[in-house]
């Protein structure tokens, strides 16, 4: 803020703070965590208190393992879970530990089996290694699996960065911060390319005159 004779009269943090609520995602995480350490760290602290109980990671795969009993067909879908999906954060808060939910499709029964299937180590193992496949091994693999990743009203299915499984505690832990990078950067392309051409344009017209 500044006054009518132009001195700069910083606001207190937990003003930014307040409102910081009332910023879109993308304008908090692209734009305002580049003003200065402070503005960073209320952006990160906003995201990490409101938000980040919203994002949403979702896998459906087509799981086959061979067991004792012959070949398991199945659908697991797994996502993070809808109510108390943010349990912790560690590693100096830069993991973030979220819920799963996971359910498994008989393909062959028609049925759901709910969790039961991961009682077989060779599913559990085909599950984690399915949801670790980068973009281009998940097109090539045998074992399809199809990944989205949102927060509120945007979607992009980007790698989560440092991603671990734990299936026992039903639990997914990720860099948050480097995932949110990767989550807008489409976006922060496409505007960066938007001001080129917006100003491209702008250069033609005026030489035109």
Known sequence: MSTSHGVFIPLPAELWGEIFTHVDD??????CRQVSSMLRAEAEREFATRRLSDLDLRWESFITAESVGGTTRLIAFVRTSLYRKLKRFSEGNCRVHLDLTIRCWDVDSGKFQG?????????????????????????QSRDYACQTVSLHARTNPIEVPAMEIDLDAKEISFDWKEALNRFFAGGAYVRRMGRKVSHSS????????
Not at 26 to 31: A, D, H, K, P, R
Not at 202 to 209: I, L, Q
């Open 115 to 139: 969790c039961e299937p991961l009682d077989n180590p060779l599913v559990r193992t085909k599950i984690i290694d399915t949801l670790r496949l980068s973009s281009l091994d998940r097109i």
């Open 26 to 31: 993308f304008e908090l995480w692209v734009v």
């Open 202 to 209: 702008a250069s033609f017209f005026t030489e035109s005159k």
